[in-house]
């Protein structure tokens, strides 16, 4: 790609947050076809096609309400499972399609997906199958009570569900071997994560191992059973900063060490972002470990399987991005590879390990035109105490890099990271003549054991100094203004831009929260059910429990709203009103609180999203807003559309 300067084209919100083309693609376990997301009636939905051409490409589902981000083929290439929602609300159902039925997709109501969980308010976790179990699917359902999953077994040709398990109150996770065996994940007081033999029956207990709960924010991930059902691949962090590949030996408790990389942690973003692939990639037909991603500055993947090394060495040529997403079929000689790109998002391959043959299947966004996209460059920024911050800036092409308007962009979680890798907000902010800087801050998950619990106690405090030493590191080394620079998250970021514009209001000329929190005490009493027994390893362990009164009070300190009277800087609050984990109150009180100031705040809620925005045209209305107030707060010219 050239480095020549040039006039860069005024790209429009659609460009960056409109429908792909096509997206998500994968092939079928007989090799024979690939299914793939598209549009279809304005809504994402499944589509498929022959991968030789001697099938026209079909859309095999009909949500016309919400986009389908997240689907499954089956061990059966005529059934396809797919995931949804209602609007936002969670209450996520699995579906099945027959892909023999010439109507698939149509939307005839004769012709319509068949919901395998078909009850209202209930929502599936956990949606694993087996290699071991054949037509079958393993489901963590919470028909009974919304705070305890049970485990279920679906038979995917009939509908037909069978309880393995029903969850005594206390079980956070199980596992069900081929053979029957039963093992369960709790929690104790304290937070440690026990796992146990569960005998079935009477419900007796055989302590198979402890992990510490500190240690697993988001409960002990990777945690896979191994084919045999003798063992669990997890993320290990027992005698090591970093979370290596370890096997979990199930019948004495023993880790063995499988993998490991000097320097990275295993890359485990797909426990807060689903749709993002496993740091585990298995063989198809056996479901064996045939390689694991790492993740720094960039991916790194071992294979753990010599014919999974060819076919690696051959995959990484199609690209100078990650490997993203992968599939092939049974045999292991047909694949479909996707790539991670900081100016070329989602370039989808085919494979052919018989014969050599590649071709690329398609670009999701083919009118992006890589040159005109800009860099994602890899920083580390060293915070007042020392601790190295690893980031990554993002400056306009064409423009010289000094004295830019900046917009600190920060991520959720806050147990999460930001990659390398295309970002759409951090593109169209580019785009504008804006610099981006994505700051992974204290507690950040992927850099090791003790970054993340540098974290504890630290909201509000170090973890958003951190946020300031990195402004001021792009404002010394020449990159930014100091008077144009923008906060802009969401979730945790949100709560971070309100921290931003309370605690330190002089700092930012504007401020764009997304589904923040603005009192963490309300926070954590409206979170829905099922997120509250894990609350120990996260929330309480890393800011307070409520509970508790001394911690109650310094959860309030600690909450921006407590601190509104300090807003002065121009604020843009964005809300999902079916959102179940930051609340609509959340948004709604310190939305109020500033108009009873008479302080004006530009505030947008969608009716029919929930945490975070999934249909094309609520992210178009939400980023064109966020543009032009951009423009008027920091300068530059905004989307031109309606």
């Keep these: 790609m050239s480095d020549i300067p040039r006039e860069v084209p ?30 279809w009636q304005g809504r994402l939905n499944v589509w498929v096609e022959s991968v030789d051409g001697g099938e026209e490409a079909r859309c095999v589902t009909s949500d016309g309400n919400r986009s389908v981000h997240t689907y499954h083929w089956t061990d059966d290439p005529r059934w396809l499972l797919y995931e949804q929602d209602g609007d936002g609300d969670e209450n996520w159902h699995v579906y099945r399609v027959d892909l023999d039925d010439a109507d698939a997709g149509s939307d005839d109501p004769a012709a319509v997906a068949v919901d395998l969980t078909p009850f209202p308010g209930a929502t599936v976790a956990g949606f694993e199958m087996s290699v071991s179990r054949p037509g079958k699917a393993l489901l963590h359902l919470n028909r009974r009570n919304p705070a305890e999953f049970d485990l279920y077994e679906a038979d995917i040709a009939t509908g037909e ?63 896979q059973l191994t084919p045999d059902g003798t063992g669990v691949w997890i993320g290990s962090h027992r005698d090591t900063d970093r979370t ?64 999974f090394a060819e076919v690696l060495q051959k995959l990484e040529k199609l690209s100078d991005g990650d490997l993203s997403a992968v599939s092939s079929d049974a045999s292991g000689q047909r694949w479909v590879a996707r790539f991670t790109h900081d100016r070329d998002p989602g370039a ?62 920060v991520h959720g979680g806050p147990w999460s990271r930001d990659s390398w890798g295309f970002n759409p907000v951090a593109q169209l902010l580019a785009n504008r003549g804006h610099a981006v800087l994505q700051v992974n801050f204290r507690g950040s998950t992927g850099y090791g054991k003790a970054f993340l619990k540098a ?59 997304a589904f923040g929190i603005s009192n963490l005490v309300t926070y954590l009493g409206s979170l829905p059910e099922f997120a509250k027994p894990q609350l120990a390893n996260n929330w309480f362990l890393y800011a307070g429990d409520p509970s508790v009164p001394e911690q109650k009070a310094d959860l309030l300190a600690r909450s921006p709203l407590g601190r509104v009277d300090q807003i002065r800087t121009p604020l843009m609050v964005v809300q999902g009103a079916n959102d179940v984990r930051v609340v ?20 947008m809620v969608k009716d029919n999203e929930g945490h975070g925005f999934v249909n094309p045209e609520n992210n178009i209305d939400m980023y064109r807003a966020a543009d032009r107030f951009l423009a008027r707060h920091l300068g530059g010219r905004a989307d031109s559309g309606a």
């Design 10 to 39: 005024h790209l429009a919100v659609e460009d960056f947050f409109g429908a792909p083309v096509r997206s998500n693609a994968s092939i079928s376990p007989d090799g024979t076809r690939i299914a793939y997301l598209a549009p």
């Design 161 to 223: 569900l069978t309880v393995l398990a029903e969850n005594p109150g206390h079980v956070a996770g199980w596992l069900h071997t081929p053979g029957g065996d039963l093992y369960a994940q709790t929690l104790t007081a304290d937070g440690d994560i026990e796992l146990a033999q569960w005998e079935i029956g009477t419900g007796a207990l055989r302590l198979v191992t402890t992990f510490d709960g500190s240690d697993h924010p988001l409960g002990v991930e990777p945690f």
């Design 348 to 409: 989808t391959f085919f494979y052919d390990h018989t014969t050599g043959e590649s071709r690329l299947l398609f670009r999701p966004f083919p009118h992006l035109d890589p040159e005109v996209l800009a860099p994602m460059t890899p920083v580390t920024i060293r915070a007042r105490d020392g601790l190295d911050l690893p980031s990554y800036l993002t400056l306009p092409v064409g423009v010289e890099p000094a004295g830019l308007p900046l917009v600190l962009l």
């Design 584 to 603: 609509k109150a959340e948004s709604d009180q310190i939305v109020d609180a500033l108009r009873a100031r008479g302080v004006d705040v530009e505030y």
């Design 244 to 307: 290596c590949l370890a096997r979990l030996d199930l019948a004495t408790g023993e880790q063995t060490e499988v993998d490991g990389h000097p320097e990275f942690d295993l890359d485990t973003r797909a426990v807060v972002f689903p749709t993002m692939p496993s740091p585990l990639i298995r063989d198809r037909a056996t479901g064996e470990l045939i390689g694991a991603r790492y993740l720094g500055e960039r991916q790194v993947i071992h294979a753990l399987d010599p014919h």
């Design 455 to 513: 974290g504890i106690g630290e909201l509000a405090g170090k973890m958003h100094d951190d946020l300031i030493d990195a402004v001021d590191w792009a404002v010394d080394q020449g990159y930014a203004d100091r008077e144009r620079v923008a906060i802009f998250g969401g979730s945790y970021g949100g709560y971070a831009a309100l921290v931003g514009v309370t605690f330190t209001p002089d700092v930012f000329a504007a401020a764009i929260d």
